[in-house]
């Protein structure tokens, strides 16, 4: 439980980084950056509790307010070391993608909910605090056109159906969803995959 | 039943072409041009759902997704015959705006709601997912500035409430509500007609 | 009851007409403008409500699409006045994000929710009908980048905590709120105070 939690706060540290980043290229004041780092860390399970209509899970604790207040600290005082550290923030981006696409699949089982809603609530908890984010900043959300990024979440999920169908028990299909999510968007990071291109009509 | 989901159906997969065709011009990837079509069929009801504090729709059946998925591999496959298409394409479109229209009222009506908050779902029910499609794309939501689009739908469901304060049953309110949301955007279109345009104050 | 009811009215009225004023920069048709002016006004609220879970207070009274409707008339009779008007303007609309502060506070001390999630419910309906606005419009959000407003909402909001936490009654928290909310915001636009900037990471 502990170290579960260590990791959701790292990942949720992650994302708030990335996005109180991108909002001071925009010239976001310093709450306005602040929320959008705490949009772009809590807003996927947001989302994904209002759809569920289960308990906003934020509103049970504040954890996510703390971490972004983390996150804004390490911004501010670290700025300059952490354009040389872009790496160790996207793996702890990764780490964050696979935990809170885990979280969200079993927070849909655990509503009652089948394993395909379920996988597509894991895509929404791990990708769409991101897509926030960018609607907020004003620009296309980056995660439908760059990388592998929620297509990892969704293969992690995949993975997990698999796990599930075949009577695996919750360890064995979080672990196995993780190890495939944060595999593949690692893979995809270091090889620059990335899926094909959609091409508008006139070509 | 069945003639009514053929419609639904084929509704969805004209508003999930409507955004792919967009993300395609914003040169989207696979995934997220697949996640743009989905949110454009199915954003407006999610929406009213959430609103209404019900269960949201998808989540019970993926008929949806299918239909999404229908909708990418005829944009992919039949792109260049699409453009000669897009009228056809508008009349579909326009068919699914009249159904959801219907739809969002009578779900409304059902949560025992009043009809001008049914009214208002109706018009959430069928347009808002255009505009949501809009801010995924990161564009002005073109229903707010072109045609006569959410007006149509606001007309039909201005006759829904007509129909039934006189008293008319399911069918003939239902049915007079599309006729007119589907006569009203068909004529929009085809004369062009728009509603006058706000001006800036310095004019 | 009476007086806050009108007191409400004007925040509603202020608000759709800063965003039907922005619809107008924006060439929306009058139905966009309207649309665009009511998510303005009652887009916080809806979003405190879908968040705490309870009935979304606009499917129970049309205040607000009337409340609207007046703000239309207002810019449309009265534009080329407004611009002259415009400190008089942001005074109802500094008096609506007090008001509407206090009022998100309280629903959700109602609902049973901590303070800390009351106060960040405040923030949430007098700050982001804004932020709504300026994501229909595809602007960056305002209130992230310039003079302090939802700052101004968040001390007002921590006000009213320690207000409560020192055991004063409902009057007492919503007054010392308001007042806090209304002369910070207030202040803040006399001054032209402004929160410091973030700056990108190549500066």
Same mark, same amino acid.
């Given at each position: 439980?502990?170290?579960?939690?260590?990791?959701?706060?790292?990942?949720?540290?992650?994302?708030?980084?990335?996005?109180? /980043? =991108?909002?001071? $290229?925009?010239?976001?004041?310093?709450?306005?950056?602040?929320?959008? !780092?705490?949009?772009? %860390?809590?807003?996927?399970?947001?989302?994904?509790? +209002?759809? =569920?209509?289960?308990?906003? &899970?934020?509103?049970?604790?504040?954890?996510?307010?703390?971490?972004?207040? +983390?996150?804004?600290?390490?911004?501010?005082? &670290?700025? /300059?070391?952490?354009?040389?550290?872009?790496?160790? =923030?996207?793996? &702890?981006?990764?780490?964050?993608?696979?935990?809170?696409? $885990?979280?969200?699949?079993?927070?849909?089982?655990? #509503?009652? /909910?089948?394993?395909? +809603?379920?996988?597509?609530?894991? *895509?929404?908890? !791990?990708?769409?605090?991101? +897509? *926030?984010?960018?609607?907020?900043?004003?620009?296309?959300?980056?995660?439908?056109?760059?990388?592998?990024?929620?297509? #990892?979440?969704? *293969? !992690?999920?995949?993975?997990? !159906?698999? #796990? &599930?169908?075949?009577?695996?028990?919750?360890? %064995?299909?979080?672990?196995?969803? %993780?190890?495939?999510?944060?595999?593949?968007?690692?893979?995809? =990071?270091?090889?620059?995959?990335?899926?094909?291109?959609?091409?508008?009509?006139?070509?």
């Amino acid at each position: 439980m502990t170290f579960l939690f260590i990791i959701e706060m790292i990942g949720a540290v992650a994302a708030a980084i990335s996005g109180i /980043r =991108l909002a001071s $290229v925009k010239r976001f004041d310093w709450f306005g950056a602040y929320i959008v !780092g705490l949009v772009t %860390a809590l807003g996927g399970g947001t989302l994904r509790d +209002v759809l =569920l209509d289960i308990t906003v &899970f934020w509103t049970t604790s504040w954890d996510y307010f703390v971490a972004t207040g +983390v996150a804004m600290a390490i911004v501010l005082i &670290f700025q /300059r070391q952490l354009v040389r550290r872009l790496k160790a =923030l996207l793996v &702890f981006d990764a780490i964050g993608l696979a935990l809170f696409t $885990v979280i969200g699949i079993e927070k849909s089982l655990m #509503a009652g /909910r089948p394993i395909w +809603v379920a996988i597509a609530m894991g *895509l929404i908890t !791990g990708a769409f605090g991101g +897509v *926030l984010r960018d609607i907020l900043i004003n620009e296309e959300p980056l995660i439908f056109r760059k990388d592998i990024y929620a297509m #990892a979440s969704f *293969l !992690g999920g995949v993975v997990y !159906g698999i #796990a &599930f169908a075949l009577g695996g028990d919750q360890v %064995a299909c979080g672990l196995s969803c %993780a190890g495939v999510c944060l595999t593949v968007r690692m893979l995809a =990071l270091h090889y620059s995959w990335h899926l094909p291109i959609m091409h508008p009509d006139n070509e």
